[in-house]
């Protein structure tokens, strides 16, 4: 049976602004020309008795687990989790303890591109959409969300783009067992700017980072930085994205693909 497979992965770039500022990747490359001299000196042969002079090419990176289209485990929200289903919590499960069943999944897609920048997604708004799509959400289920963020990555306002899903909305779906959601936007939460915003008109502190903090309560994950989920579907596809496995590490790089049938 044909399949159809959408890339909804960001490159990993560097000199684009994908990132905050002190945030940003880099990547030197190397090519098959700049490598050629050491292999020639460690061969004790000249460079010219390469084949064309070359030898192969290759990137030095200096990144963080979470630039690039990344997938966050619940140690990156807070040190410990599932207050709400155990007396005390437990450890946060860092990234190489997530359970693989949560990244391989049917998948359904919550279209908030209308949405304003900086608005907080509730509780109301999830189920409204899961409404005008027709869907009955079922546990474990990869619940991705569509921003306004999608179409501006890599340009100046990005990180400052797009919706985000509060504390209320998150435990919503992680309370009918969803345990792995994901965002086009920089961050699951609303951008940065504008809850420093609220926080200075309101003093509420627990405005920060809210949507995250939800997994202090109920152990999820969440992938940032997706991109093409304008062309999906509202459902009846499968993603896959599994991360790096980055040994006690808070997130790891994905390649997250969504799989249509034929």
């Known amino acids: 049976m044909g399949r159809k497979l959408i890339d909804i992965s960001a490159a990993l770039r560097a000199g684009i602004k994908s990132d905050p500022p002190a945030n940003l990747p880099e990547i030197d490359y190397h090519d098959h020309h700049q490598t050629a001299q050491r292999m020639a000196d460690y061969m004790g042969i000249s460079v010219d008795q ?23 485990a619940p140690y990156h929200f807070f ?3 599932n207050h709400a289903l155990k007396p005390g919590g437990e450890p946060s499960w860092r990234i190489d303890e997530v359970p693989l ?33 027709g869907h009955e959400l079922k546990p474990l289920e990869i619940v991705v969300v569509n921003t306004a963020a999608g179409a501006r990555y890599g340009e100046d306002d990005y990180v400052d783009r797009g919706c985000g ?35 200075q008109e309101t003093g509420d502190v627990g405005l920060i980072w809210e949507g995250h903090r939800a997994g202090r309560e109920i152990g999820y994950s969440h992938l940032e930085k997706l ?11 499968e993603i896959v994205c599994f991360p790096v496995k980055v040994y006690r590490g808070s997130a790891g790089w994905t390649r997250a693909v969504a799989i249509l049938p034929g």
């Open 101 to 133: 069943e949560w990244c391989f999944q049917p998948a359904v897609k919550l279209d908030f591109r209308h949405l304003p920048d900086g608005y907080v997604a509730t509780p109301g708004d999830v189920e409204a959409e899961l409404k005008r799509i």
């Open 165 to 199: 899903m509060g504390k209320a909305a998150t435990l919503w779906l992680l309370e009918r067992g969803v345990r792995l959601v994901g965002t086009d936007g920089w961050s699951w939460d609303a951008p940065f700017s504008f809850t420093r915003q609220r926080v």
């Open 79 to 81: 040190s410990t989790m």
């Open 227 to 237: 991109q093409n989920l304008d062309a999906l579907p509202a459902d009846g596809f």
């Open 50 to 72: 390469l084949p064309d002079g070359e030898y192969c090419a290759r990137e030095q990176v200096r990144i963080s687990t979470h630039n690039g289209t990344h997938l966050d």
